[in-house]
């Protein structure tokens, strides 16, 4: 399963990038997305990468977010699962920069930023 959060706004963006975050549901910043890690959503990701910071999670973690911030048993017919998180205690290191001089792209620490993002 992905964990794809936004962390850039939408000014600006080109007209693609905004198709596919709107197909993703993460219309606004700290939003995250639990999708299923299948090609056609690798490839969405690839598109978004400029703008969202993304990682795999386990089933055990996607439960934890479904008891904190919504229902549990969440992903019957539902292929994305959306969250609204704070922003991070501590704050990003940098919004505009790839990984490893700031939090775009692919985090593999992808689940200490959830935790640091729930409210």
Request: charged share 30%; net charge positive.
């Given at each position: ?63 934890v977010l ?50 640091k993002m729930?409210?």
């Amino acid at each position: 399963m992905l964990a794809i959060i936004r962390l850039r706004s939408g000014i600006g963006v080109r007209p693609k990038v905004r198709k596919t975050l709107e197909l993703l549901r993460l219309d606004r910043q700290q939003t995250l997305a639990l999708v299923p890690d299948t090609p056609a959503f690798r490839g969405m990701v690839k598109v978004v990468n400029d703008y969202c910071m993304w990682g795999t999670v386990d089933d055990g973690m996607a439960e934890v977010l479904a008891k904190r911030l919504g229902t549990p048993g969440f992903m019957g017919d539902q292929k994305i699962r959306i969250f609204h998180l704070n922003p991070p205690r501590g704050g990003f290191k940098s919004i505009k920069k790839q990984r490893p001089h700031g939090n775009l792209g692919k985090q593999p620490d992808i689940k200490k930023w959830i935790e640091k993002m729930m409210p």
